[in-house]
């Protein structure tokens, strides 16, 4: 970690928290809109809470009524429709007019993962008659969550990004090991094909060769790509959280210090520090302004102190599970700014909040544990002040903590359950 950027992960925060309401439009509803089956995701309960806290209502779709989201007390009404990203887009534009139609008038949508978001952009005419919409070119956000493509359009405008290969084949697939280098970062390379024809289960840091290889089964690969690995030693991960308005224009930006993932160096975010970093937001702006990108965005970038450059890992084009981490001090974060801007008022402009921390408290616990088994020692940021952004805990809010720690302690419970009955199968090692 950088001295400037350690300083401040292990500082309070520089400036106060800033108002709840940030003026927002109560009379325009808002729905939590997904594609996919992931019912225990703290990102989709932070928008529910901060546009319920703001005096907006919130819908979401849910996979059934007793999510955490779905028990939140700041949702209005929850939908119930369960997908799996299988089903023909069609069906799920139908699914989502039938929602905007319930709800009995055009409201904001914030799509948590990228299948909803291309849902949205691909499908803007049809939908724009239930849901308030950022023009965005229809053929963007696929474009920009694909790992391949995006490579592809960084190279052609001149933005640093990690090397990649997209290999096929077996022979292919050592190839580029070899090339790249070991570790190697696997990577489900498209958006849908993540669902319905997954290459790794997320992001995934291979070790060596014998590794990759036995990972896929003889013949032509899944969607895949490879990424190369920039060692930890030589790097810091950032990300950048945006709402562009009408041609590309940041509203707000915020950027942050990644400190923790799960899993360890390639998941997703436990814990991270608002960070300001003005190199990072020109470089996050630049490139929303020159491919006219309207929306919510989450860019993760890891600087390589080798040649001093920050390298664009991933653009997912919707709201980041850990955009609550970040606010300015008008107390808008991207979330409510896209609300603000979707319904015609004014962005209140300011400052991000350095110093805040944002905690997802059941999967920073492995990744502490994690560290402790590499480094040997523990991490200088161990646990949350009183002042943390947590994933879950919620005071005034308690219910959705609750139903996640019973969802969670049942899949460990079936996942140790899984490992039992696998080492049984196998039987004792001297019977062999």
């Known amino acids: 970690m950088s001295h400037r950027a350690s300083g401040a992960a292990e500082g309070r925060a520089v400036s106060p928290r800033a108002p709840d309401d940030p003026l927002l439009d109560p009379v325009v509803p808002a729905l939590l809109a997904k594609v996919g089956r992931y019912p225990q995701h703290h990102g989709g309960l932070g928008v529910v809470r901060t546009l319920g806290r703001a005096g907006v209502t919130v819908h979401a779709v849910v996979e059934d009524r007793l999510t955490p989201v779905a028990l939140s007390r700041h949702l209005s009404r929850a939908f119930v429709r369960p997908t799996t990203g299988l089903e023909r887009q069609d069906a799920l534009v139908t699914a989502l007019l039938d929602i905007g139609r319930s709800v009995g008038t055009r409201c904001v949508p914030v799509p948590t993962d990228d299948e909803a978001a291309i849902l949205f952009a691909e499908h803007f005419e049809t939908?724009?008659?239930?849901?308030?919409l950022p023009r965005v070119p229809p053929?963007?956000?696929?474009?920009?969550?694909g790992k391949a493509s995006l490579n592809v359009l960084c190279e052609e405008l001149g933005f640093a990004s990690p090397r990649t290969r997209a290999?096929?084949?077996?022979?292919e697939l050592v190839d580029a090991g070899r090339e790249l280098g070991f570790p190697v970062v696997l990577k489900n390379r498209d958006a849908w094909t993540r669902l319905r024809n997954p290459a790794v289960g997320g992001t995934t840091a291979v070790?060596?060769?014998?590794?990759?290889?036995?990972?896929?089964?003889?013949?032509?690969?899944?969607?895949l790509l490879v990424q190369e690995y920039i060692?930890?030693?030589?790097?810091?991960d950032w990300i950048t959280h945006l709402y562009c308005g009408t041609g590309g224009e940041a509203r707000v930006a915020f950027t942050g210090l990644k400190l923790r993932s799960w899993p360890p160096y390639a998941g997703v975010t436990t814990r991270a520090v608002a960070l300001g970093n003005p190199t990072l937001v020109k470089l996050a702006a630049d490139l929303c302004r020159r491919i006219g990108y309207s929306g919510a965005a989450d860019l993760d970038w890891r600087y390589d102190r080798r040649d001093e450059r920050y390298k664009l890992v991933d653009f997912?084009?919707?709201?980041?599970?850990?955009?609550?981490?970040?606010?300015?001090v008008a107390g808008v974060d991207v979330v409510r700014a896209m609300h603000l801007d979707l319904t015609g008022r004014d962005v209140p402009q300011g400052p991000q909040v350095d110093g805040r921390v944002f905690v997802a408290g059941q999967l920073d616990l492995p990744s502490v544990l994690a560290w402790l088994r590499?480094?040997?020692?523990?991490?200088?940021?161990?646990?949350?002040?009183?002042?943390a952004e947590r994933a879950w805990l919620s005071r005034e809010d308690p219910l959705p903590a609750a139903v996640e720690a019973v969802r969670f302690l049942?899949?460990?419970?079936?996942?140790?359950?899984?490992?039992?009955?696998?080492?049984?199968?196998?039987?004792?090692?001297?019977?062999?």
């Not at 053929?139 to 969550?145: N, Q, S």
């Not at 060692?231 to 810091?236: H, I, L, M, Q, V």
């Not at 590499?374 to 002042?387: F, M, Y």
């Not at 490992?419 to 039987?427: E, K, M, Q």
């Open 207 to 223: 070790r060596d060769e014998r590794d990759l290889l036995e990972r896929f089964e003889p013949g032509i690969l899944p969607p």
């Open 231 to 236: 060692p930890r030693e030589w790097a810091e």
């Open 316 to 328: 997912n084009p919707r709201t980041g599970a850990q955009f609550r981490l970040f606010e300015n």
């Open 139 to 145: 053929a963007l956000p696929r474009l920009l969550a």
């Open 410 to 432: 049942g899949a460990v419970a079936r996942r140790v359950g899984r490992d039992v009955r696998a080492r049984t199968a196998r039987g004792p090692v001297w019977s062999r």
């Open 374 to 387: 590499e480094e040997h020692r523990l991490p200088s940021a161990l646990l949350p002040g009183p002042e």
């Open 167 to 171: 290999p096929v084949t077996r022979d």
């Open 127 to 132: 939908l724009s008659e239930c849901f308030l």
